[in-house]
T-cell receptor, first 106, second 113 residues
Framework: KNEVEQSPQNLTAQEGEFITINCSYSVGISALHWLQQHPGGGIVSLFMLSSGKKKHGRLIATINIQEKHSSLHITASHPRDSAVYICAVSGNQFYFGTGTSLTVIP | DAGITQSPRYKITETGRQVTLMCHQT?????MFWYRQDLGHGLRLIYYSAAADITDKGEVPDGYVVSRSKTENFPLTLESATRSQTSVYFC????????????FGDGTRLSIL
């Protein structure tokens, strides 16, 4: 049983499209994290949120605590957004989803 | 440079050998973590440390040993490497577990032949 489930596992989009990645979790949390990992690269924290919505450039993250669900949106997607996006939750420990592999085609 | 660094970035070794992966952070973060990343599993916690001289097992600790004699260093040792330990290993740190982001190193790609 995975404490964190992401969907879709893989996603291909045309440049300029609006993208949504979903995350559901089953444990109590202090915060939810969205991470980005480029091919062959390290892992970077994009957002940490415990309620509501956060925005950074073209990226928007939302969380619904009651439904134990979060979404990561990318507006006006660009090929440089191609990466694996990982949802993680933290409470007593961190739990990670298996990631969503996003490819944005020019 | 400030940050978290892992070494080596790439390592190839043979089964039965001992290998140590290094992790160094300059922020004086209390918490440090070792994860392995494998296809289909996401990141899995091997060991973590809440402070110098305090370590605890994670989800997949078998075959691994850690130490934390200094706050800034958290080496991971495979005492007798097996092929199933071929993976990408990430070290991370955070000042407070649970309500602060983790900062990740660039990873070590380890292949065991």
């Amino acid at each position: 049983k995975n404490e964190v489930e992401q969907s879709p596992q893989n996603l291909t989009a045309q440049e300029g499209e609006f993208i949504t990645i979903n995350c559901s979790y089953s444990v109590g949390i202090s915060a939810l994290h969205w991470l980005q990992q480029h091919p062959g690269g390290g892992i970077v924290s994009l957002f940490m949120l415990s309620s509501g919505k956060k925005k950074h450039g073209r990226l928007i993250a939302t969380i619904n605590i009651q439904e134990k669900h979060s979404s990561l949106h990318i507006t006006a997607s660009h090929p440089r957004d191609s990466a694996v996006y990982i949802c993680a939750v933290s409470g007593n420990q961190f739990y990670f989803g298996t990631g969503t592999s996003l490819t944005v085609i020019p | 440079d400030a940050g978290i660094t892992q070494s080596p970035r790439y390592k190839i070794t043979e089964t039965g050998r001992q290998v140590t992966l290094m992790c160094h952070q300059t922020w004086s973060h209390s918490y440090m973590f070792w994860y392995r990343q494998d296809l289909g599993h996401g990141l899995r916690l091997i060991y973590y440390s809440a402070a110098a001289d305090i370590t605890d097992k994670g989800e997949v600790p078998d075959g691994y040993v850690v130490s934390r004699s200094k706050t800034e260093n958290f080496p991971l040792t495979l005492e007798s490497a097996t092929r199933s330990q071929t993976s990408v290993y990430f070290c991370a740190s955070t000042p407070a577990n649970g309500n602060q982001p983790q900062h990740f190193g660039d990873g070590t790609r380890l292949s065991i032949l």
